[in-house]
């Protein structure tokens, strides 16, 4: 068995002592995450970081599979004793778990001489692909070791692959077993086999996760069960020199940042006194790529470059940070063997770098054997002894070096750092006082290591903190032009959704080709699945409750999904994952909510969401809807349902008809006609004809016979209504009333009636809408439904305008408006107020009956109802009209054509273009006002010469410049006028008829159309 000796107790936090079995601290004891798995089953393995308490039965993780074998085992077998291949094994594995646990891995069985490893559960890392290529490539070198050991050649190949999978944790809070199953586990093990001993073949997406880092190539496809398309297998070649991936980037932005180090570059030439630079940023918002940048610019300043970071993984001795800018300062290659290391130190002090005093802390710092005449001294001395004088050592190679040229340390990522590299860094920053040398350190933020006694220590130096942002806007494009030139949707939503954290901007536009816009890219699930495991238990749990309720959230609806009542999020602001705003808090990126939303399981997710909606029954309707759906609960449609009709009350019906479409398409059949029926309602009610027709022939595929089928009849009718279809609305109606008749449908029948009066009533017919309004009333009274009696009140009140009989049709008028109130009928109130300004405009009334326009112009809007806007409008028209005010006629004239157009009311347009003939006419335009004359007339033809026929002939007449085309159009209007139509055609075709007789001085003609009018 071998294992990890861990660095911090996963009780109480504190630093361990090497090897230490129980924490002094707390005393917890420590074997539990010492032991490491070598049973050839499912396992139990101990996390790398402190074990949160408890974990949820089942996660959807990102991990990385590992699949290492033995190669030529078979000839092993056959060749050795079933002991010694029993001792071969247990060495192999012993060497292969050791390097698998130091980079954060988990063995998760062994199965003959394979390992299988895990790295990303059940503790995810933010770069365990990363993690996994290193353990491959470790575990290849250590096989040289392993043969020396076991006197023959032997080597591994390895496969590794990485992608979702359910993880699931099963036992007790302090046992836990975890297990990896599915097609990913498929897709390593046949990597695997397709690598030959001493090779390693990753998945693409293991290659892209890591390619800055490593050197592959592509060799080919793999066909593996479960996945849909071949995956191209890489083969791994090694890891590439730290800056021949970053060279070539794309660098945007940090101007400042860069400004202020050029700074600190020149004071410290010119002083010779060097400072400490401090980089704090979040995850991945570009500490490493500036640090990078800062050493560019000291390098081109003829600095001497010490870079080192610290890792939170894989560091043997001799690697920590300290020891690896040791070997540089002695001009040591890393990976150079023991005794290259031992003769640079030989060297190193014959040519002065540092005396003899300094030799035995300059070896122990880069792990060279202490030769002979130093070791007994060296093991003599104290802790303190020993400490002092390793300090005193790193000061004389760092004053030794910096003698010779000035230098930059480097330090990437010293919120991993340990106890003894803070107390190194301390010594390091404290020589820059005195010497040419500037100390640059990155740190994630929340991570921040350096405290206050840390800051007392380096008093006397000069600090810089440079707090890394968001990239700018226009910076975020920028790199996202270095992957696409030209934008689109993809690359801008790319832009928003990465909040201006470059790494997460990388991500999403590098997986553009596999994802999709809503989809997390792997890599960035992985970071945030390494955040979320850090934490606590009840962090981690409202964490995920938060994803739920989205972006933003409230204290309030927090605990009451996470069952938590006295959770006040601190641990969240603290780590950085949330932020307050205002009296809510808010996701500190909205790929962290995404991430976070991702990993959890349905079950788990629907549970969520239900809390949600509960959280907000009765005060949200339509969040109670949003949740509801997405989890996939039965009750969504019918809160739809609610919440639509709620934003119909409010006159917003495109919002209203979003919320049915959704409830529709995740409808069951028992529901899909009333819904369909509805979504009819609501685009009649937007003035939708045409599509409301649509909807009502959908709804009536939809309904048995009956009530439902009589509905969508009717819905029809009243669409084709709007439309102009008259005849086919008949024909729907007659059928309609058929059903309402043989099963005594009051209501339907009063819509029936109601709605045939009001063809009539285009139609000019004045007897036939009196009538059809009387029956619709008689109806809506029988069936006690006040909607339809003030409908049929409206109804009345148009039939007897068509009569001339103004005041009687006021009282109707005002009856429906009495009943609209209460009801909340806001569209037929304003429908029934223009019906009454008009009366005002025939008493002459303009001022009055202008403001009134107005007045109902706003309520429509505000009610939605643009076809009401727009007759409000048309007699906003006419008033400017007949006041001369021609600028302002033209100018409304304009808008009322346009929603005339765009809501097709063929009839309103012909109105529109008689006014605006008169304008032109009476602005001395006298050929462009017949031809506008002459279009209205063509409408009237289309559409039924009953409505205003005669008087766009009466216009034409008065504007046509051709004898015979002026005869013909007041011939054709008195005919019409003979028939029947609606009554403003008298007052306007005879008025037009009397001007044009009066511009060609026949007093007979004018006298006759008087007495007409009389
Ligand atoms: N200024 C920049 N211009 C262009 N690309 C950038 C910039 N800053 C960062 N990047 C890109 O974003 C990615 C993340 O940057 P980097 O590794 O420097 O972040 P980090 O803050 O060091 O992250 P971590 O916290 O993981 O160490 C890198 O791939 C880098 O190329
Ligand atoms: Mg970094």
Redesign the pocket.
């Known amino acids: 068995m071998t294992g990890t000796t861990p660095k911090f107790c996963f009780n109480c936090g504190a630093a361990l002592p090497a090897g230490a079995k129980f924490c002094p601290g707390c005393g917890t004891a420590m074997e539990a995450v010492t032991a490491a798995p070598t049973a050839p089953t499912a396992i139990e393995t101990a996390p790398a970081t402190p074990a949160p308490e408890s974990r949820p039965a089942g996660e959807r993780r990102q991990v990385t599979i590992l699949f290492i074998d033995l190669s030529g085992y078979t000839r092993l077998s056959n060749e050795l004793g079933a002991e010694q291949v029993h001792a071969l094994l247990q060495r192999f594995f012993g060497h292969v778990d050791a390097v698998v646990s130091n980079y954060g891995g988990t063995i998760d069985k062994h199965i003959g001489d394979t390992v299988m490893a895990v790295f990303g559960a059940p503790v995810a890392h ?2 365990d692909p990363e993690r996994a290529v290193r353990a491959a490539i470790a575990v290849h070198a250590s096989m040289a070791e392993l043969s020396a050991e076991m006197d023959r050649e032997l080597t591994v190949y390895i496969g590794i692959a990485s992608g979702r999978v359910v993880a699931s944790g099963t036992g007790s809070d302090s046992h836990q077993e975890y297990t990896v199953t599915g097609e990913l586990v498929n897709l390593a093990s046949r990597l695997q086999e397709m690598a030959r001993g001493g090779e390693s073949f990753i998945s693409e997406e293991v290659y892209r996760a890591t390619r ?1 880092l490593v050197s592959a190539r592509a060799i080919g496809e793999v066909s593996v069960k479960g996945f849909d398309e071949p995956i191209t297998a890489y083969q791994l070649d090694g890891l590439l020199a730290l800056d021949e ?2 060279a070539s ?6 101007q400042p940042e860069l400004r202020k180090f050029r700074g600190a570059v020149d004071d410290c030439l010119e002083t010779g006194r060097g400072e400490i630079v401090y ?1 704090l ?13 800062f050493s560019a610019i000291a390098r081109e300043h003829g600095f001497s470059i010490h870079e080192a970071a610290v890792f939170d993984f894989g560091v043997g001795k001799g690697q920590d940070p300290i020891g690896a800018m040791a070997r540089r300062h002695l001009g040591i290659a890393p990976g150079s063997a023991k005794n290259i290391r031992r003769q640079a130190v030989e060297t190193a002090m014959r040519e002065g770098m540092f005396d003899q005093s300094h030799a035995a802390f300059v070896n122990s710092l880069i792990d060279v054997p202490q030769p002979p005449h130093l070791r007994a001294m060296f093991d003599a001395l104290g802790h303190d002894a020993r400490l002092h004088g390793r300090q005193a050592a790193l000061v004389a190679l760092i004053e030794g070096a910096a003698a010779e040229q000035p230098l930059l340390i480097s330090v ?2 010293i ?1 991993w750092a340990d106890e003894d590299t803070l107390n190194d860094l301390a010594i390091v920053a404290s020589v820059s006082a005195d010497n040419p040398v500037i100390l640059v350190m ?1 740190a ?1 933020r929340g991570g921040d290591p350096l405290d206050q006694v840390w800051h007392n220590r380096i008093a006397d130096v000069a600090m810089t903190t440079i707090n ?1 942002g968001p ?1 700018r806007a226009e ?1 975020a494009k ?2 996202a032009q ?1 992957y696409f030139e030209k934008f689109n949707q993809y690359t801008l939503d790319c832009i928003e959704r990465a909040a201006g ?3 997460f ?2 991500q999403l536009l590098t997986n553009a080709h596999s994802q999709q816009s809503s989809d997390v890219p792997d890599s960035i699930q992985s ?1 945030v699945l390494a955040r979320l495991d850090r934490l606590e238990s009840v962090d981690k749990r409202a964490l995920l409750a938060a994803s739920v309720i989205g972006q933003r959230f409230s204290l309030d609806i927090l605990r009451h999904v996470v069952g938590e009542p006295g959770y006040d999020c601190s641990g969240l602001v603290e780590n950085f994952l949330v932020r307050k705003d205002g009296p809510d808090f808010i996701f500190a990126n909205a790929l962290i909510r995404d991430g976070a939303y991702e990993s959890l399981l349905q079950a788990n997710m629907r549970e969520l969401h239900k809390k949600a909606a509960d959280w907000f029954d009765g005060e949200d309707l339509l969040l109670r809807a949003r949740h509801l759906d997405r989890g996939g609960a039965e009750q969504a449609e019918e809160a739809y349902l609610a919440a639509a009709r709620q934003s119909a009350e409010q006159y917003q019906y495109d919002h209203a008809l979003t919320l049915i479409e959704r409830a529709l398409e995740i409808s069951r059949d028992a529901n899909k006609s009333e819904l369909a029926l509805y979504r009819g309602e609501l685009l009649l009610s937007a003035g939708r004809g045409e599509e409301a027709v649509e909807a009502y022939r959908h709804a009536e595929s939809l309904a048995g016979e009956g009530g439902a089928e009589c509905d969508a009849l009717i819905g029809q009718a009243a669409g084709l209504r709007l439309t102009g279809g008259r005849n086919e609305a008949m024909d729907i109606l007659a059928r309609a009333e058929t059903i309402a008749r043989d099963a005594d449908f009051s209501a339907a029948l009063a819509q029936i009636h109601y709605h045939r009066g009001n063809l009539l009533f285009v139609e000019g017919d004045r007897e036939g809408c009196l009538g059809e309004q009387e029956k619709a009333l008689e109806f809506a009274h029988a069936a006690d439904a006040p909607e339809w009696q003030a409908h049929a009140l409206s109804g009345l009140g148009d039939a007897y305008y068509t009569h001339g009989k103004i005041a009687t049709a006021h009282e109707y008028f005002n009856k429906s408006i009495e009943l609209c109130r209460p009801l909340g009928m806001g569209a037929l109130e304003t429908a029934n107020r223009n019906m009454i300004l008009r009366a005002w405009i025939y008493r002459n009334e303009w001022d009055a009956a202008a403001d009134e326009c107005r007045s109902v112009c706003e309520a429509a809007e505000q009610t939605g109802n643009r076809r009401i806007e727009m007759f409000a409008r048309l007699a906003l028209d006419w008033t400017y009209t007949e006041t001369a005010d021609f600028d302002a006629a033209l100018n409304s004239l304009d808008t009322t054509l346009e929603l005339a157009r765009d809501l097709k009311v063929k009839r309103t347009e012909a109105i529109a273009l008689f006014y605006l003939a008169r304008c032109r006419y009476f602005l001395g335009e006298r050929e462009f006002a017949a031809d506008l004359a002459g279009e209205a007339v063509q409408i009237c033809h289309e559409t039924g010469m009953g409505f205003c026929g005669p008087g766009t002939l009466g216009m034409l007449a008065l504007a046509s410049v051709s004898d015979e085309e002026r005869s013909a159009a007041l011939a054709e209007a008195e005919t019409i006028l003979e028939k029947g139509c609606l009554g403003h055609n008298f007052y306007w075709f005879h008025r037009g008829a009397m001007e044009s007789y009066l511009e060609r001085r026949d007093w007979d003609g004018v006298g006759r159309h008087a007495e007409a009018l009389a």
């Open positions: 933010d770069d800055k991936g970053a980037a794309t660098f945007v932005g940090r980089i940023g979040d995850v991945g918002i570009g500490k490493s790529t500036l640090l990078n940048r990437d990522d919120h990155t994630r890394v990239l910076e920028a790199l270095s954290n470059p790494l901007l990388e970071i």
